[in-house]
């Protein structure tokens, strides 16, 4: 898939096609965004996916999470690494050649690290997965106060070494 072109976002995992991924109708919903047809750049689609989970968040006065992932090896694709690991009720989406954002509602940071750790230990051939977490409301309380601090741990992440996980603390 061209990632240029578009991205597949939904709930578990990334369907390449952005058909119906399988004879089960009882699975997860899965929807193409195509930056053709919808307009919007994979960030933005993250931008508005990330708005909706934080004001639900602020009105129930629940957690969410944000976890971007890297390789740290540019053959790597991180979505194929990943796909069968991420939670059915989380957001995937593919940002680029070479990272992806998984959002999870009623995650803190604690449990988000919980979820790195397993993405991590259940990857084949030890990957070199690179991590940055963020989470509503410890590390900020907006959209783009939460992506700038996301975007900043990445790079630290990047520079970081085999397997980094950079969060809060």
Do not use: W
């Amino acid at each position: 898939m061209n990632t240029s072109k578009g991205i597949v976002v939904m709930a578990g995992k990334l369907d390449r096609t952005g058909g119906d991924a399988g004879g089960d109708s009882l699975g997860p919903a899965r929807h193409r965004h195509d930056a053709a047809f919808t307009g919007l750049e994979p960030v933005s689609i993250l931008e508005r996916l990330l708005d909706y989970e934080l004001r639900a968040a602020a009105r129930y006065r629940r957690f969410a999470a944000l976890v971007m992932v890297t390789s740290g090896h540019k053959e790597s694709d991180v979505v194929d690494l990943l796909d069968e690991q991420v939670r059915g009720s989380d957001e995937f989406l593919q940002l680029g050649d070479d990272a992806a954002a998984i959002l999870m509602g009623e995650t803190d940071s604690s449990d988000a690290l919980v979820a790195v750790k397993r993405y991590k230990s259940r990857c084949q051939g030890g990957e070199d997965l690179r991590f940055a977490v963020v989470s509503y409301p410890a590390d900020g309380r907006g959209t783009s106060e939460l992506l700038s601090t996301a975007s900043r741990r990445l790079r630290a992440a990047r520079a970081g070494g085999y397997g980094a996980i950079i969060s809060t603390g």
